[in-house]
């Protein structure tokens, strides 16, 4: 079979609406040694399957409750025949005609074995989401490369532990060798995090390289606030002993500082009419948050994790 430098790796499900934008900047993009598009569908009724089909991707389906944030990712790179290995999220649109190079130049790099871009929202979102995204460690704008010292993770507090694998493969590119030797953790979430944590740990280097950059943005309701937030200060106490809002003051505090930042911006943004919706949605938010900082902080960490699932 052909090799090509780049595959880019697309786990689908029902994202006909997102594939109409994003295979169309995907067949813009100038890449020397070129690119091919792969694709796991988890039985899309959409119309999804044959448009991925249309635009030369080559997709394999799979049923829907087979689907794995970890398990379908690594189905990707099995699937693919590139050296650099991009995974993006299928409402990811990606910035510029050369959004592959730079997302996948600093693989070129001795010791990088991933990079994530940049995530931007969209001109179109609403001010609440543009806040909440361009508050994200993700929006920087300069570039980043995180490894570790010989002590390791362990030498770290858990908020340290917690920052240095927060790797986001909404927009990501991975050597493939390194990757099909660490493959993702079969994990319900954090798959990205559980990777990165592993990878740190083998003595492989990571990077944030904001030249490349997606625009990205989940539109909140206050159900969906709490069950977000809940999950992600759950995943943060269980792998890294970290509680994110530990406590109602913790919590009330946290509330108060989001309400500020959301006063600030809408304010600048000529949006103060929202400030109904965001004392509903932060509340939503930070309730989560709260709820899942309660409870046992186990013993397993990602790696641990991360381990398990590549055995």
């Known amino acids: 079979m052909k090799s090509v430098r780049v595959s880019v790796c697309l786990p689908v499900w029902q994202g006909v609406a997102d594939l109409r934008r994003l295979l169309p900047a995907l067949a813009r993009q100038r890449l020397a040694g070129g690119f091919e598009i792969v694709a796991v569908d988890s039985s ?11 635009h030369g991707a080559r997709v394999e389906r799979i049923a829907q409750r087979d689907f794995g944030h970890g398990r379908t ?38 010791g990088v074995a991933a990079a994530t871009a940049r995530i931007l929202p969209r001109d179109d979102d609403d001010p609440l989401t543009r ?62 995090a559980g990777w990165a944590e592993l990878a740190l740990e083998r003595g492989h280097e990571l990077a944030f390289e904001p ?17 977000r937030w809940r999950q992600d200060a759950a995943f943060q ?52 948050a709260w709820a899942g900082s309660r409870g046992r902080i186990g013993p397993s960490s990602v790696a641990s994790g991360a381990r398990a699932g590549a055995e």
Not at 74 to 99: H, K
Not at 149 to 166: F, M, Y
């Open 44 to 54: 899309s009724t959409d119309g999804g399957f044959e448009l991925l089909r249309e």
């Open 73 to 110: 990712r690594n189905q990707l790179a099995r699937l693919a025949r590139g050296e650099s290995l991009v995974y993006l999220s299928q409402d990811a649109l990606p910035v510029g005609d050369d959004f592959l190079a730079a997302l996948v130049a600093p693989l070129s790099e001795a």
């Open 131 to 192: 806040r909440s995204v361009l508050d994200q460690p993700q929006a920087a704008s300069e570039p980043r490369r995180h490894a570790l010292s010989r002590a390791g993770l362990a030498a770290l507090s858990p908020a340290e532990r917690a920052s240095r694998v927060a790797f986001d493969n909404v927009a990501a590119a991975y050597r493939a060798e390194v990757l099909r030797a660490l493959p993702f953790p079969d994990v319900d979430f954090g798959e990205d």
């Open 211 to 227: 030249k490349a950059v997606v625009l990205h943005a989940h539109r909140y309701d206050a159900r969906t606030a709490w069950r």
């Open 237 to 288: 106490r269980e792998a890294f002993g970290r509680r994110v809002r530990p406590g109602l003051g913790s919590a009330l505090r946290g509330l108060v500082f989001e309400l500020r930042r959301d006063w600030n911006f809408l304010r600048r943004e000529g949006g103060l009419g929202l400030l109904p919706r965001a004392l509903v949605l932060r509340t939503a938010q930070v309730g989560g």
